[in-house]
Nanobody, 120 residues
């Protein structure tokens, strides 16, 4: 199994920045088999939204709403994924969760999420 723990959420004023982190732990063979990461945003009453994703080969994708403001990246060991969020807007508020796709067993793992609140 793979455990994911997010950190870095908090409260910030509009226009500010936050950096979210998501650390993977577990059997080395499992964490080494992570081939894609993603960050999702959950807002009460709305469907969970894919914010950004990155493959092991560093191919990235972003939701139109965050292009040019958010950057997804991983560390060199490929066990931590980051989401650098800049020029934050109140509509960016919600719970951000990371997910990791693992080729072994073709599983997807999720973290518990971290709250981001952007005030106007």
């Amino acid at each position: 199994q793979v455990q994911l723990v997010e950190s870095g959420g908090g409260s910030v004023q509009a226009g500010g920045s936050l950096r979210l982190s998501c650390l993977a732990s577990g059997y080395p063979a499992m964490t080494a088999a992570i081939n894609a990461w993603a960050w999702y945003l959950q807002v009460p009453g709305k469907q969970r939204e894919l914010v950004a994703s990155i493959t092991r080969g560093s191919t990235t994708k972003y939701a139109d709403s965050v292009k040019g403001r958010f950057t997804i990246s991983t560390d060199s060991a490929k066990i931590t994924v980051f989401l650098q969020m800049s020029s934050l807007k109140p509509e960016d508020s919600g719970v951000y969760s990371c997910s990791a796709g693992v080729t072994l067993g073709n599983m997807e793992y999720w973290g518990q999420g971290t709250q981001v609140t952007v005030s106007s």
